[in-house]
């Protein structure tokens, strides 16, 4: 019993240690990822597919890779890039709302003061997700473009926006047939940090129950084992315990058991009554008790000095 509470004891610390532990681990994690600066810088990566572009990356606030498709309707793509918050400036925007560096999209095949679509699709995307664009020329710089939010199969958000050449949207400025386009897609700062918080917060929960359970069956098992092991010997011990008291009564007969008693009975008396005798004895002997007269005598007169008073 003092081996299983021990254990138990043991046990239960542990998992307050790692209670602990993980806890701080996910606060610290998801504060730093939330508040800290940016811990990894998403590289889009850029394939061409026909008339599409696709930008694999891996956004703020996630640990796996997303595509982002780039099509120009009622016209053609020339090129896509990425382009950091740095030389785009950050005056009058929070990059930390945007999950991902910002595009520079040219695109082309119209004519001077004509207009296209550009179409952005992802099933990163939400309902909530904006595009924002960046034009040095426009006051204010950062403007929120008038996109069309559709939602496709496969839980793909399609955003679409027109594009004016050489309007607020276009960077160049110029009529001259292409349209520079510098935007981003938008999502709410505090939306997906508070996500993550509750994400990993549960996530520690998750663990640490699926930890606890799997002690349990591990638990359940040894006690199992154990009890197998246990039971051959206590049936034997018991079946020790029930035979000897059988045998033994067997083994001695009443007639023997009364023999016995009587033998008892007749040594004790036997040895009571010469322990009585000889203190009888001892007693009425009037020669012992002269000798002890004698001898008090004879200390007195050794003890008894003149002087001593």
């Given at each position: 019993m003092?081996?299983?509470?021990?254990?138990?004891?043991?046990?239960?610390?542990?998992?307050?240690?790692?209670?602990v532990?993980?806890?701080?681990?996910?606060?610290?994690?998801?504060?730093?990822?939330?508040f800290?600066?940016?811990?990894?810088?998403?590289?889009?990566?850029?394939?061409?597919?026909?008339?599409?572009?696709?930008?694999?990356?891996?956004?703020?606030?996630?640990?796996?890779?997303?595509?982002?498709?780039?099509?120009a309707?009622?016209?053609?793509?020339?090129?896509?890039?990425?382009?950091?918050?740095d030389?785009?400036?950050?005056?009058?925007?929070?990059?930390?709302?945007?999950?991902s560096?910002?595009?520079?999209?040219?695109?082309?095949?119209?004519?001077?003061?004509?207009?296209?679509?550009?179409?952005?699709?992802?099933?990163?995307?939400?309902?909530?997700t904006?595009?924002?664009?960046?034009?040095?020329a426009?006051?204010?710089?950062?403007?929120?473009?008038?996109?069309?939010?559709?939602?496709?199969?496969?839980?793909?958000?399609?955003?679409?926006?027109?594009?004016?050449?050489?309007?607020?949207?276009?960077?160049?400025?110029?009529?001259?047939?292409?349209?520079?386009?510098?935007?981003?897609?938008?999502?709410?700062?505090?939306?997906?940090?508070?996500?993550?918080?509750?994400?990993?917060?549960?996530?520690?929960?998750?663990?640490?129950?699926v930890?606890?359970?799997?002690?349990?069956?591990?638990?359940?098992?040894?006690?199992?084992?154990?009890?197998?092991?246990?039971?051959?010997?206590?049936?034997?011990?018991?079946?020790?315990?029930?035979?000897?008291?059988?045998?033994?009564?067997?083994?001695?007969?009443?007639?023997?058991?009364?023999?016995?008693?009587?033998?008892?009975?007749?040594?004790?008396?036997?040895?009571?009554a010469?322990?009585?005798?000889?203190?009888?004895?001892?007693d009425?002997?009037?020669?012992?008790?002269?000798?002890?007269?004698?001898?008090?005598?004879?200390?007195?007169?050794?003890?008894?000095?003149?002087?001593?008073?």
């Amino acid at each position: 019993m003092k081996t299983e509470s021990s254990r138990a004891k043991h046990a239960v610390r542990t998992i307050r240690l790692m209670v602990v532990l993980l806890c701080g681990l996910a606060i610290a994690s998801a504060g730093w990822a939330a508040f800290g600066d940016d811990l990894e810088k998403p590289r889009p990566e850029f394939t061409r597919h026909e008339d599409r572009v696709a930008a694999k990356l891996i956004p703020r606030g996630k640990s796996t890779s997303v595509l982002i498709e780039f099509q120009a309707i009622g016209g053609r793509l020339l090129g896509i890039e990425g382009m950091g918050f740095d030389p785009a400036g950050q005056k009058g925007m929070d990059a930390k709302d945007f999950r991902s560096d910002l595009f520079a999209v040219t695109a082309g095949g119209i004519s001077p003061g004509g207009e296209l679509k550009l179409s952005l699709s992802s099933n990163y995307f939400t309902q909530a997700t904006e595009l924002w664009v960046f034009n040095r020329a426009a006051q204010p710089p950062w403007l929120a473009a008038p996109a069309e939010n559709i939602e496709r199969p496969n839980r793909v958000q399609e955003l679409v926006v027109a594009v004016k050449d050489g309007g607020p949207l276009d960077s160049d400025g110029t009529v001259n047939g292409e349209i520079v386009l510098v935007v981003g897609p938008r999502d709410s700062f505090w939306g997906y940090a508070l996500g993550t918080l509750l994400i990993r917060f549960f996530g520690v929960f998750l663990v640490l129950g699926v930890l606890q359970l799997g002690m349990l069956l591990a638990g359940q098992v040894f006690q199992a084992l154990d009890r197998r092991k246990e039971a051959p010997r206590t049936a034997a011990a018991r079946r020790a315990v029930a035979e000897e008291p059988a045998e033994a009564l067997e083994a001695v007969e009443p007639e023997a058991a009364t023999a016995i008693g009587v033998a008892l009975h007749l040594h004790l008396a036997a040895l009571r009554a010469s322990a009585a005798l000889s203190l009888e004895a001892s007693d009425a002997s009037s020669w012992a008790r002269q000798g002890r007269t004698q001898i008090m005598r004879d200390r007195l007169l050794t003890h008894d000095r003149p002087g001593r008073k």
